[in-house]
């Protein structure tokens, strides 16, 4: 397992690479000859059938599962500069009927006080900063239970956040968000993208707007099947044998 500076050439912008990544557990091949460049600035969207080993490749690049080949991260003129990952979980289930506000869970997250002591004024401040991130100061007192799929989303990436990755990883962002907040979440990546100059990876099983939003689309079968722009990837051969072959889930 390999973590470290790449020595190809990627300009003048900074890049995630993933060079010949493979997962073996016991036995059975989860992942084999994965191939990935990301530059910062870019939107990656992970696709493929259940099972296909999504989940696997992003426990690989969080240091969670052992691999073979190399991950590496890469900024002109820093070539030792250590990556930071932000990292948005499938959203967790949360009682309705939980106290718990999202001050609650910044303060568990962000601060050694403890949390029925309340967050200090400074804490609080800093609070509303992350949220304002994601353009959800209005969720500070809100029970965490309460929350729509979309604003426990802005919740979970605000906490991503801080402070600002290098890499922002997201694995089924839009899962339990409706239409309406399907778009205000994917309008909120692009403008974090830009203002912030980082690589997102995400995996998701919703396809009808990564051709607005998606720099890249890559096809995952345990391997590599297709990958490219949306409009490439979503209209071939590959795309339409892997989720409409007999008995393929998404």
């Known amino acids: 397992m390999n973590i470290g500076s790449h020595g190809g050439s ?4 900074c890049c995630l690479r993933i060079e010949d990544l493979g997962v073996k557990i016991g036995n059975e091949t989860i992942l084999e000859k994965i ?34 080949g190399v991950i ?11 990556m930071k990952i932000g990292y948005v979980p499938q959203s967790p ?8 506000s999202v001050a609650d869970l ?15 004024k400074k804490m609080r401040q800093t609070i509303l900063e992350c949220l304002s ?15 729509s799929g979309g604003e426990l989303q802005r919740v979970l990436l605000a906490l991503a956040l801080e ?7 997201l694995d089924e962002p839009l899962s339990g968000v409706d239409v309406e907040g399907m778009e205000s979440l994917m309008e909120m990546l692009d403008e974090i993208r830009r203002d912030y100059d980082l690589s997102i990876l995400m995996t998701t099983h919703d396809f009808g ?17 297709c990958q490219g722009s949306p409009k490439d990837v979503l209209e071939s051969k590959a795309f339409h044998a892997v989720f409409h072959r007999k008995g393929g889930g998404v």
Not at 36 to 63: D, Q
Not at 74 to 81: E, F, I, L, T
């Open 10 to 13: 990627c300009g003048h912008s």
């Open 35 to 68: 191939n990935l460049h990301a530059h910062c600035g870019e939107l990656v969207a992970l696709i493929g059938p259940n099972g296909a080993g999504k989940s696997t490749l992003i426990k690989s690049i969080l240091g969670q599962q052992d691999y073979t």
């Open 106 to 120: 910044f303060c568990c997250c962000m601060s050694k006080r403890p949390v029925f002591l309340g967050a200090s």
């Open 163 to 169: 402070p600002i990755p290098n890499i922002l990883i």
């Open 72 to 82: 590496s991260f890469s900024v002109p003129g820093q070539r030792n500069r250590k």
């Open 93 to 100: 289930v949360f009682d309705p009927g939980d106290p718990v």
């Open 209 to 225: 707007m990564l051709d607005r939003y998606a720099d890249q689309v890559v096809l995952i079968d345990r391997g590599i099947i």
């Open 133 to 147: 991130r994601v353009h959800g100061e209005d969720l500070i007192n809100k029970r965490i239970g309460t929350l």
